[in-house]
């Protein structure tokens, strides 16, 4: 089992910015890809940004279109963190940010979320 807690959620002006953190513990390792959805209300969930596993995929990142050149996802492959810095937040950015980890061939594990919402 792999536990997610997500944090740095928040209420930012339009222009601004928020790094989002997840912390993982449990059973994940180096070889987990993890990354971030969000969802948005009455939308469905949708992907935002993933970082592979250093192992097996050489840290690759890569991001939905939305958050390209917005958005930064890195990874503290020790600590078992990934961060989601957001940069030019517009409002179509607010929703429920959800950290993930997914190990090859399994199941995906998911944080309870943290809300993001920008507005003035």
């Known amino acids: 089992q792999v536990q997610l807690v997500e944090s740095g959620g928040g209420l930012v002006q339009p222009g601004g910015s928020l790094r989002l953190s997840c912390v993982a513990s449990?059973?994940?390792?180096?070889?987990?890809?993890m990354g971030w959805y969000r969802q948005a209300p009455g939308k469905q969930r949708e992907w935002v940004a993933s970082?592979?596993?250093?192992?097996?995929?050489?840290?690759?990142?890569t991001y939905a279109d939305f958050a390209q050149g917005r958005f930064t996802i890195s990874r503290d492959y020790d600590k078992h963190i990934v961060e989601l810095q957001m940069n030019s937040l517009d409002p179509e950015d607010t929703a429920v940010y959800y950290c993930?980890?997914?190990?090859?061939?399994?199941?995906?594990?998911w944080g309870q979320g943290t809300q993001v919402t920008v507005s003035s």
């Open positions: 993930f980890a997914k190990r090859p061939g399994s199941n995906y594990y």
């Open positions: 449990g059973s994940i390792s180096v070889i987990y890809n």
């Open positions: 970082i592979l596993s250093s192992t097996l995929s050489s840290g690759t990142t």
